[in-house]
Structure formats: C-alpha cells, structure tokens
C-alpha cells in the first residue's frame, strides 16, 4: 500500500507498506546527506545509475550537483515512477517495455563503463528485496561485459588493426556463406571438458549433423577422426593459429572476420568472411563490392558461432563442451594445444600436474555451481552473455552435458533423448551439404592479390590524411573538438583506448580544454602507426 504524505516542511514524502521511504521532516535534505556519504566531492563520474528511487529527490540532487553526468533512475515499482516529482528521461521500472538489460545496454556506453557509479536508496532495498538484487545482479553483469570489452581493446586494438590489414592483402581465395543443409540439427562445439563425453555420439551420427567447432577443440576432432564442416575463428594473437594447426591440411570451411589473427592463408582451409562494424574493417571490405554477413564483435567466439548457426539454420543448435567452468583443474577438453604445449615445457621439478593446478588457482579461482566448478571472470563473462539472450532463441537450444556454470532458460537434454532425436533423421547428403556450405566469391570478382594492396594502400591514406586533417583544425582553433568527430575518435579508441576516454571525457564535460603538447604526441604516434601499416604493404 502506497501512501503520499505532505512533511512538516510543506514537502512530498511517501510511505510504502507502513514505512516511510524519505523523510517525514525534510526529504531533500536528506537526499543530499545521502549523497555526502556515497559519492566523494572529489570524484568526476561520467554517469550515475540510482538504484531504489522514490519520489526523485535523489536523481534531483545528483542532476544539480553533477550536472556533466548521465543521471539514469531505477524505480523498483510502477506505481513509485508514477509519483515522481522529478522528471528524468533515463528511467526504468519492472513493468517497463524493455528488460533492465536492454535499458541499461542502451543508455551506458563502454566510455561511461569506466566512470560509472551506482548507489542503491537503502529504504527500497529493503522494500523490494528482490526487485534490488535482480537489478544489482543485470548491472553488475553489464559492467563486467563492457569493461572486459575496454581491456580486450586496449590489449588487441592496434592488433586487429595490423591483422586486418595483413588478412586482406594476402588471403587469395574468399568463399560466400551459404545457409546450412535445413534437415540438419547443428553441432556448436566448445573446448570445454564435457566435449569429450560426446565422443562416441558425435562419430555415431556423423551424417546427420552439421558441425561447427571452435578452433580450441580441433586438437579433439581430429584425435577422433572428425572433420567439422565449419571451424569459426575470431581471437587476433598467436594461439589461435596454433589451435588450427591440426586441420591445417583439410579443405574444410573457416568463418572469420579480417582481424583475426595471421597466416590462415599458409593453410588449405576454404575462407568465409564475415563483417564486423569496426572502421579498419568495413573500410576495406567495402572496396570489394561484395556482400558479407555483418556479425557485431561480441567478446567470445561461441557467441559469433552461435549468431552464425541461428542465421544460417532454423533447425536445432546442440551446444556441447560450452562449459563456461573448468572440471576440476581441467580447463578444456583432451587432447587439446594447451596441455601439449605444457607438456612439452614441463620437467622433473615442474611437471604437468603442478604447473596446471597452478594455472588453474591463478586463472579461475572462482568456486561456482552445483557440481563445484571454477570458473573466472572472462568465463563469467561468457555465460553472461548467453543468459542475457532472449528466450526465443534459447528455445531454440539445447545443451547437452550441463556444466557446473548453468546458463539459465536453455534447455538441457539427456544423452539418451539426443540419440532417440538423432536415430529418426535422415543422413545429409554430403555432396549437397559440401556445396552448400562454401562457394567461391565469384560475383563481383574477387580482386587481385595486386589490386587489394593498392586498396589497402589508398585505404590507409584515407585514414592518415583524416587524422591530419583533424589534427591541423584542433591546433588552428586551439580545440579538442575536431579529435572528437566519429571517423577520428574511433581510430583513436583501437590506437589508444586511454586517450580515448580522456577525449570522451572533455566531450561529456562539454568543454573545449586544450592541451597542444597533447595533441601534437597523440597525433604523432598514431600517424606513426598508420603510416607503418603503408609502409609493410609492398613487404609482405
């Protein structure tokens, strides 16, 4: 029950269940009291999410006192936000037309992720006990997500970059992605340790399914004697190139975005491109004329695998060794890269044993889930992402072998059950299924291995003459303001995230501070690196 008051100072305050939510004499003093204790005067956030508010005293005090800052309100019932007295666009409540998830995905960009700060009203917590932890939980995941994005960026940025440039020039022949024989169910195949337990299911009904594996559990597949029909590849360093080692010999099909890592074209695998909306990709695979499939990046290659197989097939998808958790001191299924590259490094005073319950303390020493399975914050991340996923397409899901890190609304089906599925299905038809899967890129034809690198070159010039541009206008007009057009910024954030944010942050403040000395190193570094990649064309 809900009860709007009028306090001795002639303000609103509202009593829920018996119990007031704000102050009987003075809640907007209050408001600011509260304020004082959770967020220092020292402290700049760039956004602020208010969990728990009432009537809108708090997002009221926030708005006036950080005036630079996103002001985003979680009301924890319909019936609070309709009391409002504080009008603030940002706002969601449980019976709102989006999920919390969405809501906050829309309104919290990665930028915003590094100077975030989130304060809970004590009273609704208490009130709305579980509405309170539902919220903290999504938010808590939303942060882990886009910082872990922040960091990949930071680390792989000018990596991607350099691959981008590298895959284009020299992978000759490109194939189109066609959709996946419609009677077959599909195999998503993890690294993880319970892939190992579908051993004999896998060869059993080797005709009936169509398989996509990670690049990790190629090790496995091939100790099996499985080819997969699709390997799905997007991870930029050196281990993924080693994970593809054992099939470098078969003409099987390879899904990837440009900047995953170098020198798949030293192997016989048939090549898919796929679009990913970063600047130093889309720029390049534009010049082709040639359509491909646009995937976002999404911070994990089984969810790139897994968008892949929702949109080439309506049948099944069976998830198998995603286990988002190790077995033990077991990270991925055996025999795998890993384990053998440990192997070879181990000796009598290091031995393999020791050095993997080592790695597995200092890399997931998180104890999770009703089977005890650790687990860690890249892996949390991971299953983050497939439980945010809608329910309609975890419909269409299975999950075979449930790991210790469950991921909510997926349906888990029984080895039994699968096999009875699998034994009323015809096999595919190989020849078709061959054709289907891969067909070279004829239309428009693909271009030279001479015509791409004059693409790349013309490419790269475009890129260093608009971060010249730029840079002359900001020194001109002695403003930060022409670094933070789109088509420069973005460069900026894959070259130098941290300089990036510092750019956001001036942008946020709506201020033109101007650092010359700045500006002149900033711009010097990443024509540095620009020019490095022009430089390396004729050379590889």
């Known amino acids: 029950m809900i009860e709007i008051k009028d306090t001795d100072k002639g303000v609103r305050s509202i009593i829920i269940n018996g119990r007031r939510l704000h102050s009987a004499y003075d809640p907007e003093k209050e408001a600011i009291k509260f304020t004082d204790t959770q967020i220092p005067s020292s402290r700049s956030p760039n956004a602020i999410i208010v969990l728990g508010e009432g009537l ?269 958790a190790y077995d033990d001191i077991i990270s991925h299924v055996r025999p795998n890269a890993f384990e053998k590259i440990l192997d070879y490094e181990s000796n009598r005073i290091s031995p393999l044993y020791g050095t993997t319950y080592r790695r597995t303390m200092h890399f997931a020493g998180i104890k999770k889930g009703a089977y005890g399975g650790r687990t860690s914050i890249p892996l949390e991340i991971y299953a983050d992402w497939f439980n945010n996923l809608s329910l309609e397409i975890k419909a269409r899901i299975w999950q075979l072998f449930p790991p210790a890190q469950r991921v909510n609304k997926i349906q888990n089906i029984e080895e039994r059950d699968l096999r009875a599925f699998l034994n009323n299905l015809t096999p595919i038809d190989t020849d078709m299924q061959s054709s289907e899967l891969g067909k070279k890129a004829s239309v428009p034809p693909y271009p030279s291995r001479c015509d791409r690198m004059k693409i790349t070159y013309n490419v790269i010039t475009n890129w260093e003459n608009q971060i010249s541009d730029a840079v002359d206008c900001a020194l001109k007009t002695k403003s930060v303001k022409p670094l933070l057009q789109n088509s420069v910024l973005e460069k900026i954030y894959f070259y130098s995230t941290s300089e990036y944010v510092e750019l956001k942050k001036l942008e946020n403040m709506k201020t033109n501070l101007y650092n010359e000395e700045k500006i002149n190193s900033l711009s010097q570094n990443i024509l540095e690196f620009i020019k490095s990649l022009g430089s390396k064309i004729s050379g590889e």
């Open 56 to 324: 809108g005293y708090l997002s009221k005090t926030l708005k006036i006192r950080f005036e630079h800052a996103k002001i985003i309100s979680i009301f924890y019932s319909k019936s609070l936000f309709s009391h409002t007295l504080f009008d603030n666009t940002l706002s969601w409540y449980p019976e709102s037309n989006t999920t919390l998830s969405d809501f906050i995905d829309e309104n919290i960009d990665e930028f915003e992720c590094e100077g975030l700060t989130i304060i809970e009203w004590p009273v609704s917590a208490a009130l709305f006990p579980e509405i309170s932890k539902m919220s903290k939980d999504t938010i808590s995941r939303f942060v882990r997500t886009k910082s872990g994005s922040i960091r990949t960026t930071k680390a792989m940025g000018k990596l991607w970059i350099r691959n981008s440039v590298s895959n284009f020039i020299n992978i000759d022949d490109v194939f189109e992605l066609k959709p996946f024989p419609q009677n077959a169910p599909i195999i998503l195949a993890g690294s993880g340790p319970t892939l190992s337990k579908a051993r004999d299911l896998i060869r059993c009904n080797r005709e009936k399914i169509v398989i996509i594996a990670l690049p990790s559990a190629l090790e496995f597949f091939k100790s099996i004697d499985i080819i997969p029909d699709m390997i799905v590849l997007t991870d930029p360093g050196y281990y993924s190139f080693v994970h593809l080692e054992p099939m470098k010999d078969i003409r099987t099909t390879v899904c990837m975005p440009i900047s995953a890592t170098r020198g798949i074209w030293k192997f016989k695998f048939k090549t898919v491109f796929i679009a990913q909306p970063h600047f130093f990709e889309t720029d390049l695979l534009s010049e082709l004329g040639m359509k491909f499939p646009i995937i976002p990046p999404l911070g994990t290659v089984a969810a790139t695998a897994l968008h892949i197989a929702l949109n080439l097939s309506s049948q099944k998808i069976i998830c198998i060794g995603l286990d988002f």
